[in-house]
C-alpha cells in the first residue's frame, strides 16, 4: 500500500493507486468492488471474463450456468449469491442492456 493516501483504480485485476501507481493488495474500501479472492469477487470476475468473450453483457442466465452447477461442470456457488453479485455487477458498470449467447465453459474461462 502506497503512502499517498489516494484513490485507487482498477487496472486489469489489480487496483493501483492514481497518484504512484503502486498496487494494492485486495480491494481498498468504498470502491464497490469486491475482492478477487471472496466468492462474489469470483462470480464478478466471471461476469467480466463473459463480457470480453461474448463482447456484450452477459446473460443471467450465462453467468448461473458457469457459476451454480457443482463442479467439475462448475463452480458450485449459491444461485442467490450469483444472482445478487450479477446485478451489482451490472450496476456498477452502468450496463443496462443484455447481449448473450452460448455460455463458454470454465476451460474457456480460465477456471477449469
Not at 482498477?10 to 493488495?25: A, D, H, I, K, M
Amino acid at each position: 500500500m502506497c503512502t499517498c493516501n489516494s484513490t485507487y483504480t482498477l487496472s486489469g485485476n489489480t487496483f493501483v493507486c492514481t497518484v504512484c501507481g503502486t498496487p494494492f493488495v485486495g480491494t481498498p474500501r468504498g470502491t464497490g468492488v469486491p475482492n478477487p479472492t471472496t466468492k462474489c469477487g469470483t462470480i464478478w470476475g466471471v461476469c467480466t471474463k463473459l463480457y470480453t468473450l461474448t463482447g456484450g453483457v452477459p446473460t443471467r442466465g450465462m453467468v448461473l450456468g458457469v457459476c451454480t452447477p457443482p463442479a467439475p461442470k462448475g463452480l458450485g456457488l449459491n444461485y442467490h449469491t450469483v444472482v445478487t453479485q450479477y446485478q451489482r455487477w451490472v450496476t456498477h458498470n452502468g450496463y443496462n442492456t443484455q447481449k448473450g449467447g452460448v455460455t463458454p465453459t470454465l476451460t474457456q474461462l480460465g477456471l477449469g
